[in-house]
């Protein structure tokens, strides 16, 4: 076993603490990942405070993870000691059932492995995740990270970046076709940059009027600042494609509005409540609301290929791990720009 220091959420109501616990050596077919830097997801946030329920104590969080192979099993073929690899929010599935064998491992059927909050396949050994020193996975489900992709800011493709990614490309997003982003943070600025770089037409919809520079700067060709009480008025059936990257409570209702006739809404954000919807806002224009979460392991590295080749990276702020606390509170009040990333070497 391999000594690892890394933080944790003791429980629900504390703040994460340095925490010391055991990684498995790695067996035949796995492989030892030196963590080099991990993001910080809304999610994680989410979990370490059980909003969503059914969270494990002590809880170490990260699913955005990128570091350097420095052990392989004596069977692997996918890495080598020194290669850069990176891992998002699943470390195994069944490989049986119907979801594993097309590659969507994100919807197994059977008994997905989650990065953390967890257990591994015995059903009894818990899982603990990117805001750690090391980690050992599987190499079939470990990414190649491109080394023309900066390493520091690789991490957050892991989630946000395979998040809007996946949803835009299931559903054939095309050039020239008018792809609204609802919200403008970890997610949703990815979801600009690949949207522009598909060729859409891209609209921002942010209550923060200031992120508007940095929306056109990324490919956006609109911007609308949401607060306003008719902040929406004149927009209705102008988007072919509406993703919808929100965390917070907000109106689907007033959303399905700008979405055209035989259009589609995907939603990818997560919302601590459950949201409503009227039945008129899909009957009125036949439009459709559907849903998307993260990407199998195939996807997920045509993703960072496509990134590597496109030269499209997520915006961070690097910080040591002393201030996660700090930048769980930040995240909460949108006060990053766009992604938080943990140094592993502080940790």
């Keep these: 076993m391999i000594k690892t220091r890394g933080y944790a959420a003791r429980s629900a109501k504390s703040p994460l603490v340095p925490f010391t616990f055991m990684r498995r050596e790695p067996g035949p077919h796995e492989v030892l990942i030196e963590v080099l830097y991990s993001g910080i997801c809304h999610s994680d946030i989410h979990q370490a405070r059980n909003e969503w329920g059914g969270s494990l104590y002590p809880m170490v969080p990260g699913h955005e993870i990128v570091g350097r192979v420095s052990r392989v099993g004596s069977r692997v073929k996918r890495f080598n000691v020194g290669d850069i690899a990176g891992v998002g929010c699943f470390t195994d599935s069944c490989r049986r ?101 598909l060729g859409a037409e891209v609209t921002v919809f942010s209550t923060s009027e200031d992120k508007k520079r940095d929306a056109l700067r990324f490919g956006a060709k609109r911007f609308v600042a949401t607060r306003g009480r008719d902040a929406l008025a004149g927009l209705a ?41 009227r039945a008129f806002s899909l009957i009125i224009g036949r439009k459709s609301l559907s849903g998307s979460v993260i990407g199998g392991i195939r996807q997920t590295q045509e993703m960072l290929d496509y990134c590597a080749r496109h030269r499209i990276a997520p915006e961070v702020e690097i910080i040591p791990a002393r201030k996660i606390n700090a930048a769980f509170e930040r995240t909460l009040k949108a006060d990053v720009r766009y992604r938080f990333v943990i140094d592993a070497k502080t940790f």
């Design 97 to 197: 059932c119907v979801s594993c064998r097309e590659g969507e491992e994100q919807y197994c059927e059977g008994s997905v492995q989650w990065t953390y909050n967890a257990t591994e396949k015995d059903g009894k050994t818990r899982t603990y995740g990117g805001y750690s020193q090391r980690l050992t996975v599987d190499e079939n489900y470990a990414l190649r990270v491109p080394r023309s992709i900066p390493v520091e800011r690789a991490a957050p493709l892991l989630c946000a970046g395979i998040t809007t990614y996946s949803p835009l490309r299931h559903f054939g997003v095309k050039r020239a076709q008018k792809v609204g982003v609802v919200g403008m943070g970890g997610l949703g600025h990815m979801a600009v940059k690949i949207a522009a770089s």
């Design 237 to 277: 059936r102008s988007q072919d494609f509406l993703l919808d990257t929100v965390s917070a409570k907000h109106d689907l209702d007033a959303y399905l509005e700008l979405v055209k006739r035989d259009g589609r809404m995907v939603i990818v954000g997560v919302p601590e409540k459950p949201l409503e919807i």
